[in-house]
């Protein structure tokens, strides 16, 4: 667990050079990675969630794409298309922004949702079928989705498919008044990202993860996870409850922040924490809880403080 707290240090570190007083929400996303899971970034405009996919994507020397999504966008745009060549008299497949390794979907939900579902595959399989012929995608595979959830014209929400195909929810916000002080000196001369250097590759992306799923998650802390998310289908304010992806998201993402804290067991203090990031989004208010102006984070808080928090010995038993 040493190597796997001290590989998540020092990526943590490299993006705070970037993106600064940002420790949690990196910390989240680096937990993603872990994970192989993909992320969905929701803020304002201007508090580097470009900047912070374009880091990671430098930080670990992988490839970067760019999806900036708009209204007339079509799905073979996001997969590729084939093209026929008259000169080999054959179909080559051109491919689309998708098959990378860190790809970036900028402003998601402006996209319509035919466009969107170009994504599903992509992000369940790590796979894209076009014209009937599949493509494997590079591993790792990672997909930062962004968007504004203030600005509403022009966009169309996203459907609980695409939701839920997210492991987590993450929100920069404002950087604190000291911090963006740091921030103008760090920009006057260039971007700190131009000389932004790699501190780990793919491959310890993959040994990482792989590393990870070895993590202890005693049976009182595995029933913990299921409470939760049961809890969230059988709640009176809850249309549409977490999905048993969110079960194990939320398992995993567990894994992950025991791992990055140099612990080979988990806390039910891990699962608390990640709760919210890891469900909320796959959450479907009730229309009278809506009234009410009851979001979701509040729904999954008030889940947290409800259910009890188990007793029993997290810790590995003697030979795990």
Known sequence: MATIQEFGERLIENLEKV??????????????????GHMLIEDVPGVGKTILARSLAKSLGCTFNRIQFTPDMLPSDVTGVSIFNQETRQFEFRPGPIIGQIVLADEINRATPKTQAALLEAMEERQVTVDGVTHVLPQPFMVLATQNPIEYEGTFPLPEAQLDRFLMRVRLGYPAP??????????????????????????????????????????????????????????GDVYLGASPRGSLGLFRAGQARAALAGRDYVLPDDVKDLAGPVLAHRIIVGPAARLRELSAEKIVQETVYSIPVPGSDFKAPAGV
């Not at 790699?198 to 590393?211: I, K, P």
């Open 19 to 36: 993106v600064v007083g940002k420790r949690q929400s990196i910390e989240l996303i680096v937990i993603g990675l872990l994970c192989q």
């Open 178 to 235: 000291s911090d963006e002080i740091r921030i103008l000196e760090a920009q006057q001369v260039q971007h700190p990202i131009e000389t932004l250097g790699s501190v780990a590759s793919g491959e310890d992306v993959l040994a990482a993860g792989e590393a990870v799923k070895k993590t202890y998650v005693s049976d009182a802390v595995k029933r913990y996870i299921i409470e939760l998310t049961g809890q969230t289908r059988q709640s």
